[in-house]
C-alpha cells in the first residue's frame, strides 16, 4: 500500500512538472493553428504573433506562421515571437539569429528555419549540423520559397498515413 502511494505521488510531481516545462503560450495554444500539431512537442520551434486587435494565434513553425500571414492579410501583427532553439523560451522572432538549411530535419518544411536568441548558438548550431546564418527576413522568404514543396510533400505523407490507417484492421466488438 505505502509503495502504491509512493509511485501515485511521483506520478502527481511527474506529471506537475511536465505541465510546469510548458509556457504559458503553449497553455493557450495547445496545437497548430493549421496542423493541428502539438505546440509543446515542437517548442523548440514554435511561433505566437500577437496582434493589435488583441488576438493571437500560436504556430508550431515558421512554415504555419507563413500561412498565417498569408490568411490574416488585414491584420495589423504587434509582436511576433519564435522559440530560441537552445531554450525553448519565445524571444522576439526579427531580433532572432536565424538558420537555414543543415542536416536537421525542419518542422513542416524540408530547408529548416531554426531561430536562436544570440548568434554563439546559431553558430554552435552550424559547426554541429550545417546551415547559413539569416536574418527573420530571409526565413520567411524562404518559407514562401518553400511552401509549395513543403505543402506537397506534406499532403504526400498525410495520404500515405491515412492509406496505413485505412488498412489496418479494426478489432471486431462482439
Same mark, same amino acid.
Given at each position: 500500500m505505502k509503495k502504491f502511494f509512493a509511485v501515485l505521488l511521483a506520478s502527481i510531481i511527474g506529471v506537475s512538472f511536465s505541465f510546469a516545462a510548458q509556457h504559458q503560450d503553449q497553455l493557450d495554444h495547445?496545437?497548430?493553428?493549421?496542423?493541428?500539431?502539438?505546440?509543446?512537442?515542437?517548442?523548440?520551434?514554435?511561433?505566437?504573433?500577437?496582434?493589435?486587435?488583441?488576438g493571437e494565434v500560436g504556430t508550431c513553425s515558421i512554415h504555419c506562421m507563413a500561412l498565417e500571414f498569408a490568411n490574416a492579410i488585414d491584420r495589423m501583427p504587434e509582436r511576433l515571437f519564435v522559440a530560441d532553439y537552445s531554450s525553448a523560451e519565445l524571444i522576439d522572432a526579427e531580433q532572432a539569429v536565424w538558420v537555414l538549411g543543415g542536416e536537421k530535419p525542419g518542422v513542416?518544411?524540408?530547408?529548416?528555419?531554426?531561430?536562436?536568441?544570440?548568434?554563439?548558438?546559431?553558430?554552435?548550431?552550424?559547426?554541429?549540423?550545417?546551415?547559413?546564418?539569416?536574418?527573420?527576413?530571409?526565413?520567411?522568404?524562404?518559407?514562401?520559397?518553400?511552401?509549395?514543396?513543403?505543402?506537397?510533400?506534406?499532403?504526400? $505523407?498525410?495520404?500515405?498515413?491515412?492509406?496505413? $490507417?485505412?488498412? $489496418?484492421? $479494426?478489432?471486431?466488438?462482439?
Open positions: 495547445l496545437s497548430c493553428s493549421y496542423c493541428g500539431m502539438d505546440r509543446t512537442k515542437f517548442g523548440h520551434s514554435r511561433m505566437l504573433v500577437k496582434y493589435e486587435d488583441g513542416m518544411t524540408s530547408r529548416a528555419k531554426w531561430a536562436f536568441a544570440d548568434r554563439p548558438s546559431a553558430d554552435a548550431f552550424i559547426v554541429k549540423n550545417g546551415g547559413a546564418i539569416a536574418s527573420f527576413e530571409e526565413a520567411m522568404k524562404a518559407s514562401y520559397e518553400d511552401m509549395y514543396q513543403d505543402t506537397q510533400r506534406i499532403r504526400k $505523407m498525410r495520404a500515405m498515413k491515412k492509406k496505413k $490507417m485505412g488498412n $489496418m484492421k $479494426m478489432p471486431k466488438h462482439n
